[in-house]
């Protein structure tokens, strides 16, 4: 398997592989035996060097934790979300001292530590974000506090839903290192804003959410949009028809499949400093891997794809 690429994350000096190993669905990976996931383990293997995660997603700090203590190869880095106390500010603003107190972030850090076996984390998000809590930096100053003692490295934001514009001022003024957003074919409207500034400043970029919650790849019925949490609000027939039309007009002219498209679309747009996707099954990560090591798609392409095709939507507004 060829070399994967790599890229600065912002201003850190950390040089992150064009893929990221998304965590959230480590537990599914069918072949876990005593915590370790054979998954994450390919990923490594094939050069992946940064793992997301999660205080809230179930079990993925400690599988991630037992994995890296099975891989015998040089340690990743690891990027993980504060938990929040306030569930309803994924989608519902409130005050950010209510939804991350000082002392409850310490509390989650720490617990990622110890459930991670790090005695430092590389990066660390708040796991929601909303543009009035710029103007209260309670929840920056503890994320400092914590990086004086040496418990986390860098300071990050993911924005939920498709709020991506909620960060720009955050990094216009350059009070974080990175931020993680949406961004796939059908939402590429942070190229035209928040990727560009965060390039200017120099803030690092994990994009995410890459394939849509897996309906990027056409392989999903009605029935499995009905299953699954973040597409189960989709207009399943409308959201047929918009990939019948990116097939018609870039497979296989262009790409081979619509997920080769998704993932080389998302790494080609500039700003972007890694993409990060569920994977809980090795030859996912063998698929993606292959696919990114096509390089960046034709910029008419991506000017194609960003004009004709972006799809103002959010399947997540009814999910609380």
């Known amino acids: 398997m060829p070399m994967m690429d790599r890229r600065p ?5 950390l040089d992150v592989a064009v893929l990221t190993y ?18 994450l383990l390919a990923a490594l293997a094939a050069g992946v060097n940064l793992v997301d995660t999660a205080r809230v997603y ?34 519902f603003a409130c005050p950010v001292a209510e939804a ?35 103007h209260d930096l309670s929840w920056l100053e503890a994320l400092h506090a914590l990086r004086d003692e040496g418990k986390l490295r860098f300071i990050a934001v993911s924005v939920q839903d498709h709020e991506h514009d909620a960060a720009l001022e955050l990094v216009s003024r350059g009070l974080v290192d ?16 928040l990727l560009p500034l965060a390039g200017d400043r120099s803030v690092g970029v994990i994009a995410r959410c890459v394939l849509d919650s897996g309906g990027l790849t056409g392989a999903l019925d009605a029935a499995d949009f009905a299953r699954r949490t973040f597409l189960k609000h989709a207009p399943h027939a409308d959201y047929a028809a918009r990939l019948a039309a990116l097939e018609a007009q870039f497979t296989p002219a262009v790409a081979a499949t619509l997920p080769e498209l998704a993932l080389r679309f998302v790494a080609s747009l500039p700003g972007v400093s890694t993409l990060t996707l569920g994977m809980p099954e090795a030859r996912f990560v063998e698929a993606a891997a292959a696919s990114l090591a096509k390089g960046p798609l034709p910029a008419e392409v991506v000017a194609a794809i960003r004009r004709d095709h972006v799809w103002t939507r959010n399947f997540y507004e009814r999910l609380l």
């Open 22 to 39: 998304g965590a959230m669905t480590v537990a599914a990976d069918p072949g876990l035996k005593d915590g370790v996931a054979p998954s």
């Open 178 to 193: 990175g931020v993680q957003a949406i961004v796939h074919l059908f939402e590429s409207r942070p190229a035209n804003a």
């Open 100 to 134: 991350y107190p000082p002392a409850a972030i310490r509390q989650s850090v720490e617990a990622s530590l110890a459930a991670l076996g790090r005695e430092t984390l590389d990066i660390v998000h708040l796991h929601q974000w909303h543009y009035a809590w710029t």
């Open 9 to 13: 994350y912002g201003s850190t000096g």
């Open 58 to 91: 179930p079990g993925s700090e400690e599988i991630v934790g037992a994995t890296l203590r099975a891989w015998d190869g040089p340690a990743p880095l690891i990027s993980t979300k504060v938990r929040s106390q306030a569930r309803d500010a994924y989608r």
